[in-house]
């Protein structure tokens, strides 16, 4: 029988959107809920696994951990881009690598919420309401602010499209930047200086890795308005989070909605949770019933597909 590890199922709702009983003659399944204390753990815990099911960007397939479980044949990842799998590791060892689909919606949407959230001061009020106070805050309009987006990709796009709805200026910047995609949206390209300098609101769609990281430091924040406020839902380590809990704390910015931290989960102590005006959500962008449906029926697609020697969705 196979064994497979479902890892990072932080909620414990895998066997919400798969029937794993019905797997269970084939597969010998056990769902990790918790994240491992470290690398080690990992390898201890895994030691006996053939499959690995993870969702992007959580626990890191490093090329010891791969190297270390002897009988690792499938990694089988969340969406078809994971920065967090060692490709050449796996190729070297001959492991099959595979994704899904993703709907990528939901972090626009979410994006939106931070904005809104930020603009209105959403948390305070809803803190101020549940103590028994009422009206304390002043919020501010979008209407007819700058909105600068660091990328113009699938989600950016999205996120430009909504801030025209609500009669913001769009600007954006990014080191690939289609101008032809700036012209169908209707948005300003900009140097990465004119939009910091500029932007009332700016938010964060670039990929990860080491082209855009600590893309924002503490130089990049005093060049902003005291009035701006920043927006995470790409990956954390794009923003320098040192810098960035200066910057708050010191009021150089307005404030930040931040979804991605460079250690995840967010450790109960970390700085972050204790700064009023950072609106902190806990890497929820793609977490919605409909991603994980598709998540987690193609993960079992391309576990029997991998089984039966005629693996799809191959990541290289």
Not at 64 to 83: P, W, Y
Not at 102 to 128: M, Q, S, V
Not at 186 to 196: C, G, W
């Amino acid at each position: 029988m196979i064994k497979v590890a479902i890892l990072d199922d932080y909620q414990n709702v895998s066997q919400e959107f798969v029937d794993l009983k019905k797997l269970s003659g084939k597969y010998e399944i056990k769902v990790f809920s918790e994240p491992f204390i470290d690398e080690n753990d990992a390898i201890e815990q895994l030691n006996d696994f053939e499959a690995l099911l993870i969702m992007r960007e959580r626990t890191k397939i490093t090329e010891n951990l791969i190297s270390n479980l002897k009988k690792l044949k499938f990694i089988i990842t969340s969406g078809m881009r994971n920065k967090a799998v060692n490709l050449e590791a796996a190729k070297k060892r001959k492991i099959i690598v595979s994704g899904t689909e993703i709907n990528t919606n939901p972090t626009c949407e979410l994006t939106w919420a931070l904005i809104l959230g930020l603009a209105r001061n959403i948390k305070p009020e809803i803190d101020n309401m549940y103590q028994g106070y009422w009206q304390t805050t002043v919020g501010v309009e979008l209407k007819g602010k700058i909105l600068g987006l660091i990328g113009l990709g699938k989600v950016g796009s999205q996120v430009a499209k909504i801030g025209k709805a609500f009669g913001m200026q769009v600007m954006a910047w990014s080191e690939n930047l289609s101008l032809d995609k700036c012209k169908e949206l209707d948005v300003l390209p900009s140097s990465k200086e004119d939009l910091i300098q500029n932007a009332d609101f700016i938010s964060i769609h670039v990929q990860g890795g080491e082209r855009y990281k600590d893309c924002f430091m503490l130089k990049e924040f005093d060049k902003m308005k005291k009035s701006t406020f920043i927006i995470n839902t790409s990956r954390g380590p794009i923003v320098n989070e040192d810098d960035l809990i200066i910057a708050l704390s010191t009021n150089v910015i307005a404030g930040a909605g931040i979804d991605v931290y460079e250690k995840e989960p967010l450790p109960s102590d970390h700085k972050l949770r204790f700064i009023p005006n950072a609106l902190l959500l806990p890497h929820i962008g793609y977490v919605t019933a409909e991603n994980y449906s598709l998540f987690y029926r193609q993960m079992i697609e391309n576990l029997e597909a991998c089984v039966s020697g005629k693996p799809i969705r191959l990541i290289e």
